[in-house]
């Protein structure tokens, strides 16, 4: 079954007191307890923005070289986001459509283009 990626972008939200962040997180969270109840999640995060970039890695003379922080040019941080194995795009779409009504901002969905690579409990997907 194809998964896909649901995801938004920090820059997308505009901003919210703490009791709208807080709302909003009811009301995404319910949306995931939907996906898991429909067995579709594989996994979701959020509250990210620049504030929680660890760091940037870049390959120089066939080494990594570790900065702090995000990668300077970068104009867009992921927000959030949920990988979900659905049959197709228009149940991916849906996902999306719920999650966008939830939060009341743009999804952005990504189709992934074969199967990923994960352990759970220790065993391959």
């Known amino acids: 079954m194809p998964e896909y990626l649901i995801t938004f972008n ?36 959020g509250a990210l923005d620049r504030s929680t970039a660890l760091c940037s890695v870049e390959l120089v003379d066939g080494k990594p070289v570790f900065t702090d ?4 040019e970068t104009k867009e941080h992921l927000g959030g986001f949920a990988v979900v194995e659905v049959p197709d ?27 990923g690579e994960a352990r759970r409990h220790g065993a391959a997907r």
Do not use: C
């Not at 997308?12 to 999640?41: F, N, Y």
């Not at 009504?101 to 990504?110: C, G, K, N, R, S």
């Open 10 to 45: 920090d820059e997308w939200v505009p901003p919210h007191t703490a009791e709208e962040i807080r709302a909003k997180g009811v009301a995404s969270r319910a949306v995931m307890e939907e996906m898991q109840a429909a067995d579709v999640l594989i996994f979701s995060n």
């Open 69 to 72: 922080g995000p990668y300077v």
């Open 89 to 115: 795009d228009d149940a991916a779409r849906y996902w999306a459509g719920r999650l966008a009504t939830a939060l009341d901002w743009p999804q952005e969905v990504h189709r992934f283009r074969g199967p």
